[in-house]
């Protein structure tokens, strides 16, 4: 049925923890469903109980309103017009009485039984399933640790075989039950959409059957439903016992094939070693010590990611981090009271883990592996093939130390007929042997004799040296051109903040920005030269995304490393196959003597998906695209908003010359005018210095008013 997850059958021999994580979960949703159907039975138990006391209450009602006519009442007399029509009613509700009964019978029979019969008989069944497997895994686990016990110098041969059957019976009795268990399990998704189909199908039903007076066309809607679901239910179970045979049968065919790994110690010849693996998975014991001469052995899952080995508890959503394991160097040991150990010691020496396996071919394909994964290999496109060249072309070896080209001859392509392009660098730089492109040359796309960078610091160079010695007067510049001031304003005010763990692989100068191949091909060089040279370590780094720059920050003292404009960044992409790489191209205009730009591409590897961080840099851009838009589109209206004040102003200035001049005007028109004779029939004649007085403070005024 679609949408119901399984448990993988298939790996219960192998018992990983994501296999436990997995059954976790499914005995999670078990206990849901046992918490909700339990809260549903209370509920139809209370429906039952209530359509019984709905019975027996009409039943009783029928039964009183027949003795009604025997009742005496001090103040009525006898009327039989309400005698006989309580009879009617009684007769009426005395047949109702008996559709209730019988909706009571089927209510048990449709609605109950089915729910009941999964509460009591479906969950009962899982809950003695997971006690049996938890007694087997228990069972199972004291049986390993006693046979990882045993003693090599003091091997006894028929401790050794108890050992060994109590091995094969705990592992085949755990892994059946583990199977019946998953089936189990698997079942009870089918299982619990039936127990809550049913009963609500019987309920319905009988409420048809009990409303069947009610209308025809309603019934008949009604019926054609539950007819669905009835159909419905039967397609769940008919698909429900087709996978329970499936199961059965898979439970059978792995019964069988799976014979030859319940012994801990296979034959080799039964099961041959592989050598060629780049990932692998499985239970080891780790020895962690305790004091100067004391130690413990502690199982674990371990498991190969990328260059990491990782162990994981059960009962842990996720594994955590041994120990880098590129360049590392694996070899198996002799330990004192253990078998079939190995020691694994990081690149500086500084850390060592000592593991045991199981058997001998699990520790060879163990040693074989790591030692894979030390030599970069999974890096390639075809790991696996990559890996058997190499041991095939070690097993040939007839010299004990070959030549620097031999040994790493498994790590280049085949070049006859090929021409070679020697690249020469000023800080672990290498060539390498390129290939021309399908659609590109590669003179169209990396600049001839480019060295190849591999680390984040640059050499100072004497164009540099000046800037070196005038850093104390002014501002600081780096080798890469970025400026050495404080840019923590950007990434404050900047709207995106995204964080990514990548490490450097190297940067080199190229020619074309116009499409992705650039950055294709100096990834193929660098991992070339990188691998030609044995060149593993890597620079980790915290890439901080804004919208203003690219900031590649140490991921211990915060301290800024580089700093990419965003304007800068022309072209960004990840590998098509390896995921992890991806890398962008940066062009800065003036970075020669002559003026012309610099295009230098930059390669990383990160934890997580490429594609991420070049989304994440192209959202960036058009974010900071944006922004510079409407900052645009703002100073815009501030520069029209200005000019509309300023014509504002102008006009204004404009009417208070005008009213000013009308103003002067009609003092002039006054003063031409001949005096208004006085009271007395004298004229009132004003001196010039009055009269001046009255128009200087006049015009006083006016000014006043005009500066105002």
């Given amino acids: 049925m679609p949408g119901i997850d399984k448990l993988p059958i298939e790996e219960t021999l192998e018992d990983s923890p994501q296999t436990r994580s997995l059954l976790s979960v499914f005995e999670e949703d078990t206990a849901t469903i046992s918490s909700y159907y339990s809260q549903l039975f209370q509920a139809m138990q209370r429906i039952y109980d209530a359509q019984n006391e709905l019975s027996a209450a009409t039943h009783l009602t029928s039964k009183l309103l027949k003795e009604y006519e025997k009742q005496r009442f001090p103040l009525g007399g006898d009327d039989e017009v309400m005698s006989s029509t309580l009879q009617q ?19 048990a029979d449709a609605m109950m039984f089915p729910i009941t019969q999964f509460k ?58 583990m199977m019946h268990y998953f089936s ?19 309920y319905m039903q009988a409420q048809i059957s009990f409303f069947k007076l009610g209308s025809e066309n309603l019934t008949q809607q009604w019926e054609d439903f539950l007819t669905n679901i009835g159909t419905s239910v039967q397609n769940v179970r008919r698909e429900m016992d087709s996978e329970v045979d499936v199961m059965q049968q898979t439970i059978q065919d ?25 990932r692998k998975a499985g239970y080891l014991n780790i020895r962690n010590k305790t004091g100067l001469v004391s130690s413990t052995w502690d199982r674990q899952y371990f498991f190969t990611q990328g260059g990491n080995l990782m162990s994981q508890s059960r009962g842990d959503v996720a594994g955590g981090l041994v120990m880098d394991i590129d360049n590392c160097s694996v070899m198996a040991v002799d330990c004192e009271d253990r078998r079939f150990c190995f020691q694994i010691s990081s690149f500086d020496g ?12 699990d520790c060879e394909e163990w040693i074989a592996t790591i030692n894979n994964i030390s030599k970069r290999i999974y890096l390639s496109e075809n790991p696996e093939e990559t890996a058997a060249r190499v041991n095939q072309s070690a097993l040939e070896a007839v010299t004990p130390s070959p030549s620097f080209q031999q040994r790493h001859e498994s790590f280049r392509p085949s070049t006859q007929g090929r021409p070679r392009a020697g690249r020469t660098s000023s800080q672990s730089s290498a060539g390498s042997e390129s290939p021309a492109l399908s659609s590109l040359s590669l003179d169209s796309l990396v600049a001839p004799d480019t060295p190849i960078q591999f680390d984040i610091i640059s050499p100072v160079s004497e164009e540099y040296a000046t800037q070196a010695k005038s850093a104390s007067q002014g501002r600081r510049t780096n080798p890469f051109g970025e400026s050495g001031e404080s840019h923590s304003g950007d990434s404050e005010e900047s ?27 100096t990834m193929r060089q660098i991992l070339a030269a990188r691998a030609i040279h044995n060149i593993f370590r890597m620079t980790e780094s915290h890439l901080l995304v804004t919208c203003e720059c690219l ?89 029209l ?38 009271a007395d029939g004298q004229f009132l004649v004003l001196s010039n210095s009055q009269s001046e007085d009255s128009d200087a403070g006049e015009e006083g005024r006016k000014r006043g008013e005009s500066e105002a």
């Fill in 89 to 107: 009613f009684a007769k009426v509700i005395d047949e109702l009485s008996s559709c209730h009964a019988v909706l009571s019978t089927q209510l």
């Fill in 120 to 177: 009591e008989r479906d969950l009962k069944e899982i809950l003695t399933l997971k006690e049996v497997f938890q007694i087997s895994s228990d069972d199972h686990d004291m049986a390993i640790n006693r046979y990882s016990r045993l003693s090599k110098k003091k091997e006894n041969e028929k401790v050794k075989s108890e050992v060994m059957e109590d091995v094969y019976t705990s592992r085949k009795k755990q892994h059946q039950t």
């Fill in 184 to 202: 189990a399990l698997n079942t009870l998704q089918y299982k619990k959409k039936i127990a809550l189909l049913e009963p609500l199908l019987g």
């Fill in 254 to 278: 792995l019964e069988q094939a799976s014979d030859l790994l319940y012994m801990p110690d296979p034959d080799p010849n039964k099961i041959p070693i592989n050598r060629n693996l780049t």
């Fill in 350 to 361: 500084k850390k060592i883990a000592i593991l045991q396996a199981e058997s001998r071919k």
């Fill in 495 to 521: 709207i995106l903040h995204q964080l990514f763990i990548v490490r450097f692989l190297g940067s080199m100068e190229v020619k074309a920005t116009e499409n992705t191949d650039v950055i294709y091909e």
């Fill in 551 to 639: 900031k590649l920050i140490d991921p211990q003292t915060q301290v800024t490393r580089l700093r990419f404009p965003l304007s800068s960044v022309v072209l960004c992409a990840s590998h098509q196959e390896n995921k992890r790489l991806f890398g962008f191209v940066l062009q800065t205009a003036g970075g020669r003597v002559d003026g012309r730009p610099v295009t230098v591409c930059y390669i990383f590897e990160s934890n997580n998906d490429g594609e991420k961080i070049c989304d994440s840099v192209g959202l960036a851009k058009q974010i900071a695209l944006h922004s510079e838009m409407d900052r645009k589109a703002t100073q815009k209206q501030r520069e």
């Fill in 641 to 678: 908003d200005k000019a509309k004040e300023k014509q504002q102003e102008e006009l204004n200035k404009q009417k208070q010359i005008e009213k000013d001049l009308e103003e002067q005007s009609r003092l002039i028109a006054a003063s031409s005018r001949p005096n208004p004779p006085a």
